[in-house]
Every structure is written in structure tokens, then in C-alpha cells.
């Protein structure tokens, strides 16, 4: 796919849990830090898995300490959760994916739903396809549709949520769908949840020779029985191979520290290192015989 641009500064987050008291506190926390990327020249934005969950603050108790009952209740923000991000995303003429959402389906299962914003008012969405034990087993969170890739003037990107990063043909599909960049919003209730997330973030890079984003949910809410505790970094990884870092490392912050982490991608060298790699991962792949 030919687009209009090859080179870009992206931006991912660490994105804070918090108890908003309003509405008109998200529009603000939200606002402040799309105007924070977009001023550093970021023209592609990421926010973590559930980041939306906050918003079980304003149902007030005792919803917002009740797993199952809040997720009805929260559909009733869900369309002002969309079209906030969708109107930043025009504002300040970048493409962003919205913190994921339990979303309801027509009929009636609730999925784990991560909107994609385009600059020009488009939205697209991305299920998570395979369930924790927790949204499985406690909370019941159900798959959604089925896996695509959004096209875009900064390039063919996929979107793998949390533990879908750990699966590699899932990864894979999109790659062969024609994917660059790989975005992961993530959230882990522990160090060794993050870390299984990195290192599928850092794995999928180097056996796609691609670009992978991770944003993290962030910090404590106590009166949260979804996401009470969150551990994370964010991180931009690449394959180690000519043209990246030697470690895949293209930027890391810093564990549970929130704020955005910057980073300049140039697709040119997923092309080059797909071509005229020291190895060729991608073009390899059908050699494993699967």
C-alpha cells in the first residue's frame, strides 16, 4: 500500500486509573493529554486496555464496586467515550485509539472493544479475541469480531489487545493483512503480567519486522474490582536488526510511571529490513510449516 507518509513521531501511554467526579473531569484529563501528544508532533496516539474502566467512578455505589452490574451501566457513556476521542482526533488532526470499552452487543454479550480515530471523523474498532481467565472465568467478557487492520496515511496498522499480543498467529494474520506497526494497549494487575506482555510485544516485532507500541493502564483504585492494582511501561520495540537498536529497544519508560513515551518510526526500514534483513523472520515464516 502506497502512503502519504512513511516517517512520523508516535506517542504511547501510561495512562493513569483515576476517580473522576464528573464527566466534565474526563473531558479534561482526556483533553489535556491529546494536547500534550499532538504538541510534540505526535501524529499517532495510544491508550491502554480498559482505561475507559475510570468512568465506573461517576455510577457512584453501589455500581461502581459491582463487576457485573457496572458494565450495563457503563453503556450509558459509551457513545460520549467515543465521540470525545473521535472530536480530539479531528481537533488536533491525528489518529488515536480510545482505551478500550466493555462493550455491549446486540445480543446482549459484553467484548473488550478498542475504537481507532481517524483525523477526518472515520472511527474502526478492534475486539480482543482471546479472553484472561479473569474476563473468561469472573467477568465475562466474551470475543468479539474478528481480527482486520486499519489503512491509514501513516501506514497498514494492526491492533492486538493485551493477551492476543502473546499469540502469534493472531499477530501473524494482520501481518499478512499488510501490517507495519502493531499497536498493544495493555492492562496487568502484575509485574509478571506486564512482562509477559513486553516480551510478546518485543516477540512480535522481531518475527514481523515490525513497529510495536504498548500502553499500559497505570496506578491503584481501591474501590475497582476490574482494575484495582495495574503495572506497566510503556515501550516502542522493533526487530534487532539493521536499522533498529540492537536490544529492539526504540523507547521505554519507566515502570508505573505515567506519561506518554515518544518515538519516531520510519516504515521505510520495516520495508528494508523485510527485503535485505540480517534475517528475514517475515519472509520465513511459511518455512515452519504451520
Aim: include cysteine; aromatic fraction near 10%.
Amino acid at each position: 500500500m502506497s502512503t502519504a507518509l512513511r516517517r512520523y513521531t508516535v506517542a504511547t501511554a501510561a495512562y493513569p486509573v483515576a476517580t473522576p467526579r464528573h464527566w466534565a473531569d474526563v473531558q479534561a484529563t482526556l483533553t489535556q493529554w491529546v494536547a500534550e501528544a499532538a504538541a510534540q508532533g505526535a501524529r499517532l496516539l495510544v491508550f491502554p486496555e480498559y482505561a475507559s474502566m475510570s468512568l465506573a467512578a461517576l455510577l457512584g455505589e453501589p455500581l461502581r464496586s459491582d463487576l457485573h452490574g457496572q458494565l450495563d451501566a457503563l453503556q450509558r457513556y459509551r457513545d460520549d467515550y467515543l465521540a470525545l476521542h473521535c472530536e480530539l482526533a479531528q481537533r488536533h488532526a491525528v489518529h488515536l485509539l480510545a482505551g478500550s470499552f466493555p462493550w455491549r452487543l446486540d445480543d446482549g454479550r459484553y467484548c473488550n472493544r478498542a475504537w481507532f480515530c481517524y483525523p477526518d471523523g472515520r472511527t474502526a474498532y478492534q475486539d480482543k479475541q482471546i479472553m484472561t481467565r479473569f474476563e473468561r472465568e469472573v467477568w465475562h467478557i466474551d470475543r468479539g469480531e474478528p481480527l482486520r487492520v486499519f489503512d491509514t496515511e501513516l501506514g497498514c496498522i494492526g491492533v492486538a489487545i493485551c493477551y492476543d499480543s502473546e499469540f502469534p498467529l493472531l499477530v501473524r494474520q494482520q501481518v499478512e493483512q499488510g501490517a507495519e506497526l502493531l499497536l498493544v494497549p495493555s492492562c496487568t494487575d502484575a509485574a509478571a503480567g506486564y512482562h509477559r506482555v513486553r516480551v510478546a510485544a518485543a516477540a512480535r516485532a522481531l518475527e514481523s519486522q515490525c513497529y510495536v507500541l504498548l500502553s499500559p493502564l497505570v496506578g491503584t483504585l481501591d474501590w475497582s474490582p476490574a482494575v484495582d492494582v495495574n503495572v506497566g511501561a510503556a515501550g516502542v520495540y522493533g526487530p534487532p536488526d539493521r536499522g533498529f537498536p540492537d536490544d529492539g529497544i526504540v523507547a521505554a519508560g519507566t515502570l508505573d510511571q505515567p506519561g506518554w513515551v515518544y518515538a519516531t518510526v520510519d516504515l521505510e526500514r520495516v520495508r528494508q529490513v523485510r527485503a535485505d534483513g540480517q534475517v528475514l523472520n517475515h519472509r520465513h515464516w511459511p518455512e515452519q510449516g504451520i
